[in-house]
């Protein structure tokens, strides 16, 4: 800038010199003014220019680093107007975008997080690259395995499960849980690729109780087949027994009279059957209010005698009152009904535990001789009991209230002896 001061200043006092005779002062200031005029216009507009410069340059920076929050100023008298509108249109949508992008993946992480299904990410270094909160649950009791080898995390894991899991694609199998259950499972295992990188995707998923609903779902079906065509025939059989009933008193024949008295209680016993099973296919889902467990406890108390072997607890749970008190009338009643040989009334222990991150435990525990193996597989089964007069009935229903409250109803025998009968029921 001070060269072309220099420049404009020495042509203007040549020129002068040439032209202008005497060379009056005036002139030689007048050209020298207007030089440094010239040169003070042409200096704001080259600090103009490199001020624009720089700003496009450190804008663009910015966006290389992923920082879109930067916008440039805009003059009016900038000939760079509508280059900086542009920049400054493509910084908030790239800020827009990343917002979104966030947002989504503020979204995904939340349903990876709390979604039931055990989902776990493998490098091909078989390191653990990712695990959500179910899978830090599975294999870590709740602690991070980020960054954990694959081999170091199996190493705490059943043979069979770990064999198991190195099955390719999808596959469903069972195994054994701490107190001897079958659960079962569904594995999805599959390639993905993450920046250019080959990793594994593993999706875990109980469906234990999956194939539980489904299961009483099929039998509710064959159980109101059932009821129908049993209905459709005891309908006219009770119809023409007591026709029969009349005819025989009308002959005066006891032995006929007797005869269709007998067929008319069967009859009526079986009717009875059927709507046993009646209320199992048509269950109400649970009308849920907390329940107060001191005057639960004492109209239990009043049917069948049992130990109170913990404190009455202070937490509440909602659940439908008179549902959970069949249950335990059904409970106590087959514990009583097993130690009729121990000669104790007080034989029937309950105990109820608190867990304050889950729901509720309660166990009924006697002292009778507990269940044979096959019995405690198929113990919940309608249909299936071991007693003589037993409809298989109780338990089943029991079952089905249970998982009606998202809990869950299980047998185990005693080290002790006798049986125990425990019952989770979640909070809400």
Known sequence: MLLIVFIGQVIFSVATYMFVEHHPWWILSAGVGL?????????????QRKNADRSLEQGLLSLMD?????????????NRQAVFELFNQCADKLRKERQHLYQREMLLDKVLNTSPVITFLVDVNQKVIFANRAAELMFNHGNSILGYR???????????????????????????????EEQAWHLAKSGVRIHQANNTLYLLKSITNELSRQEVQTWKKVIRVISHELNNSIAPISSMCHSGQLLAQNLEEPRLDRVFGSISRRVGHLNEFIKGYGALSKLKMPDKHPIDWRILLEQLGTLYKFTLVTEVPEVTISADEHQIEQVLINVLKNAHEACTD????HVVSLAINVDVQNGV?????????????????????????TKHSGTGLGLAL?????????????????KTGGLAVSIFLPFD
């Open 361 to 385: 435990y309660i166990e009924v525990s006697d002292s009778g001789p507990g269940m044979a193996p096959e019995v405690l597989e198929n113990a919940l089964l309608p249909f299936y009991s």
């Open 398 to 414: 029991c079952r089905e209230i249970i998982e009606a409250h998202q809990g869950k109803l299980s047998f185990r025998n005693r």
């Open 342 to 345: 121990q000669g104790d009334e």
């Open 66 to 78: 992923s920082d879109f929050s930067v916008s440039i100023p805009i003059d009016r008298n900038e």
């Open 35 to 47: 030089n440094i005029g010239i040169a003070y216009v042409l200096y704001k507009k080259d600090k």
């Open 150 to 180: 694959w081999s170091d995390v199996c190493a705490n894991l059943n043979a069979d499960f770990v064999q198991a899991l190195q099955q390719n694609g999808e596959s469903i199998f069972t195994l054994k849980d701490a107190h001897g």
